[in-house]
T-cell receptor, first 112, second 116 residues
């Protein structure tokens, strides 16, 4: 079973709709992250959380919100989706000891 | 400014040959970490190798090695004996400390194609 899971894997929605992307992890890591990937731009950090009570904005947080429901769950919401939010979204986790981030499989979101 | 630069949008290499993917970074933090990730066409991100800013020796993981030149602020990935399965997008990333917390910054990636 995958250590970091994301649901849904693919989503097509319309402008103005509210969308929630969910991330769950079984690695026991405190730190969780949301990134978006656009062609030619690499990965950019949207939000990150170092524990359940800690939420921090990343580089491109406008238009997004997050919720850390539990250590294992970190959700990303688009309150009113717009077409330029069409992208591949990744959730990732890390702990404070090991240095790598572990990524989920990604969610491909298309906003029409 | 904290930044990662990958200047090679795409590269080709012949199977079984070595290839170097370039990465330069910019940070004023004395303590930072440098990473390489592989993204195959299936989309997942796969961790390859890590180098800490205070590490004296270059990191190696199997066929992957990181050529760390601190004075030049470069962290190039070397893949030895390329295989067809190495064809993928490769991202260089940096972990920095900002206001006491960690952040990760990614480069724009290099697409590697291994030729048979």
């Amino acid at each position: 079973d995958a250590d970091v899971t994301q649901t849904p894997r693919n989503r097509i929605t319309k402008t103005g709709k509210r969308i929630m992307l969910e991330c769950s992890q079984t690695k026991g890591h405190d730190r969780m992250y949301w990134y978006r990937q656009d062609p030619g731009l690499g990965l950019r950090l949207i939000y990150y959380s170092f524990d359940v009570k800690d939420i921090n904005k990343g580089e491109i947080s406008d238009g997004y919100s997050v919720s850390r429901q539990a250590q294992a769950k970190f959700s990303l919401s688009l309150e009113s989706a717009i077409p330029n939010q069409t992208a591949l979204y990744f959730c990732a986790t890390s702990d404070g000891i090991l240095n790598e981030q572990f990524f989920g499989p990604g969610t491909r979101l298309t906003v029409l | 400014a904290q930044k990662i630069t990958q200047t090679q949008p795409g590269m080709f290499v012949q199977e079984k040959e070595a290839v170097t993917l370039d990465c330069t970074y910019d940070t004023s933090d004395p303590s930072y970490g440098l990473f390489w990730y592989k993204q195959p066409s299936s989309g997942e991100m796969i961790f390859l190798i890590y180098q800490g800013s205070y590490d004296q020796q270059n990191a190696t993981e199997g066929r992957y090695s990181l050529n760390f030149q601190k004075a030049r602020k470069s962290a190039n990935l070397v893949i030895s004996a390329s295989q067809l399965g190495d064809s993928a997008m490769y991202f260089c990333a940096m972990r920095i400390t900002t206001s006491g917390t960690y952040k990760y910054i990614f480069g724009t990636g290099t697409r590697l194609k291994v030729l048979a």
